[in-house]
Nanobody, 126 residues
């Protein structure tokens, strides 16, 4: 069973930056896939970004060019660096993992990912 613990959420103003983290164990970072999702009140959970291995990344159109997902295996952590934040980025952000994904990360749909964290809140004010 993979345990995921998110941290680093908070409140920022429009245009600001924030980095959130997800610690995973037990998990093989070199081969496993990880992703970030978000869910705003009254909305469905949506995929934000995923990473397979250390360099194969996928981003939702809404965050391309602003968000970056990366792994740090030494710290057993995956990060989501979020720049140029907008009020519409306000949501609870969840980390997800798939240890058995192979060479291709699962699609950015919630049902495709077996392991989940509890989430961390990100609030962007105008």
């Amino acid at each position: 069973q993979v345990q995921l613990v998110e941290s680093g959420g908070g409140s920022v103003q429009t245009g600001g930056s924030l980095r959130i983290s997800c610690a995973a164990s037990p998990f093989t970072f070199s081969s496993g896939c990880m992703a970030w999702f978000r869910q705003a009140p009254g909305k469905e959970r949506e995929g934000v970004a995923s990473i397979q291995g250390f360099s194969r990344t996928t981003y939702a159109n809404a965050v391309k060019g602003r968000f970056t997902i990366a792994k740090n295996p030494a710290k057993r952590t995956v990060y989501l660096q979020m720049n140029s934040l907008q009020p519409e980025d306000t949501a609870r952000y969840y980390c997800a993992a798939d240890q058995s994904c192979g060479q291709t990360a699962p699609p950015l749909t919630a049902e495709a990912w077996p392991w989940w964290g509890q989430g961390t809140q990100v609030t962007v004010s105008s």
